[in-house]
């Protein structure tokens, strides 16, 4: 059926008419999103293009992953490179390749020293695909700490973590999901976690026991309704961590690398955590990729040969997007820009809010800003967006999530503010 309708047309991959992707994905696919009704056929810098030719404003830039803006010039003459070359394809972690170590090398000096406290070693790196697997990785890491160095039994390792979080899919960390979408009907669910209140310091507290190894956090919740931390809340973290030698993990899966306007989202505080979370944005939204980050004392102590392994975790393609997305993070100043313009950004928002009877709050740090809408609904204010022109996504029903690109600039932010402001307040 696809023959004849698949080309290499100059506006996208296909000229399939949307109403047949639509059926498609209708018939074939699993129905566990709820999507806009709009096919992007091409994606440059902040913008998306349907097959007519009307363009959006991406405002959620892939939940972070597209960071760099779609298709960087940058990563996709690295990732040209690796295939015309012959160095791209997955070879096996039987042998060496030299995009891994070059890739390792850039993250983990990138990386303030994690887990100082276990000495000045340098850190050491884990390479997965999508952010999940090296979520569960760093629960590996916590777990076996946990039993080999604080003696708890094999089997009883606990790790505090909080409400509303999100670390991804799969059925350990759906396990701990305190949404019970997330996990009903999905048992037997995987123990060892307690959850506490999200900057609740007494509840973390009071939930140590001889069988914590660890505290797993968001510094800044995403998919939770875009939830900032209360001021001391990572600082307390840490305090409690080294009180009880509990190991302190971040996921900055969504908030890392430039995102809230800091390299890393933990650096609003003084604060270092033993191990770090790191995936979408690190491969300039092209390729999956994901590591796991911590103290080199760490890694070498935990993960062993057999203990630990994958596939296509660092393989060649991948890391040279890796290191490409890394150097552009770094060149273009993407965290300043992020904060630059975040604040830009903030002001107008505020002041839509102040003359909005929609909005409840504007919150938020960088360009990773949550709108709460009353009375919730914030889908509705999403698809009047996306009819203007502007994509953006709900977090946790009740919030609209403004996460662009970082490359955005003046012209599209005015773009986008004007947008934001026929919705929220002549709707
Ligand atoms: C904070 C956080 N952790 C983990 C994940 C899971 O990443 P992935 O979907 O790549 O498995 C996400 C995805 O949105 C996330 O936002």
Request: hydrophobic share 40%.
């Amino acid at each position: 059926m696809l023959k004849n309708i698949v080309s290499n047309h100059p506006t996208g991959y296909s000229q399939i008419p949307d109403d047949l992707i639509f059926e498609m994905e209708e018939n074939y696919g699993a129905h566990h999103y709820e999507r806009h009704r709009v096919v992007i056929r091409q994606a440059r810098g902040c913008w998306l293009t349907d097959i007519r030719g009307k363009r959006y404003l991406d405002c959620l830039a892939a939940y972070s992953a597209a960071n760099c803006g779609h298709h960087h010039p940058r990563i996709v003459e690295a990732l040209q490179k690796a295939l015309a070359g012959n160095y791209a394809s997955v070879i096996s972690n039987v042998v060496y390749t030299d995009p891994l170590g070059l890739f390792l090398n850039k993250v983990a000096e990138l990386t303030p020293q994690l887990g100082p406290r276990f000495g000045k070693n340098g850190n050491k790196v884990l390479p997965k695909n999508g952010g999940v697997e090296s979520v569960e990785t760093a629960i590996k890491a916590a777990r076996y700490y946990g039993w080999k160095v604080k003696g708890i039994a094999d089997g009883k390792q606990e790790i505090i973590v909080f409400d509303n979080n999100f670390h991804g899919r799969m059925i350990t960390v759906v396990s701990f999901a305190t949404t019970e979408k997330y996990r009903q009907g999905f048992g037997p669910l995987t123990p060892g976690f307690v959850s506490v209140p999200f900057g609740d310091l007494d509840a973390v507290q009071k939930a140590v026991n001889p069988n914590t190894c660890a505290i797993l956090a968001e510094p800044f919740q995403g998919e939770g309704g875009m939830n900032v931390p209360p001021a001391g809340f990572l600082e307390g973290l840490r305090q409690i961590a080294d009180r009880h030698d509990l190991l302190l993990l971040f996921d900055e899966i969504q908030v890392g690398l430039g995102r809230t306007g800091r390299r890393f989202c933990f650096q609003h505080e003084n604060v270092i955590p033993d191990g770090l979370i790191l995936g979408k944005a690190i491969s300039g939204g092209l390729v999956p990729l994901s590591v796991f980050v911590t103290n080199a004392e760490l890694m070498d102590l935990v993960f062993s040969v057999g203990s630990d392994g994958s596939t296509y975790g660092g393989y060649p393609l991948a890391c040279v997007a890796g290191i490409a997305a890394l150097d552009v993070l770094v060149e273009e100043k993407l965290a300043e820009r992020a904060s630059h313009q975040g604040r830009r950004l903030m002001k107008r928002l505020e002041k839509i809010a102040s003359r909005s009877p929609h909005v409840a709050e504007v919150r938020g740090r960088g360009l990773f800003i949550g709108i709460q809408i009353k009375g919730g609904r914030a889908m509705d204010f999403c698809r009047r967006l996306l009819d203007l022109g502007v994509l953006a996504n709900d977090s946790h029903g009740h919030t609209i999530r403004i996460s662009p690109p970082l490359v955005i600039d003046d012209v599209e932010l005015d773009f986008m503010t004007e947008r934001l402001e026929k919705v929220l307040i002549d709707k």
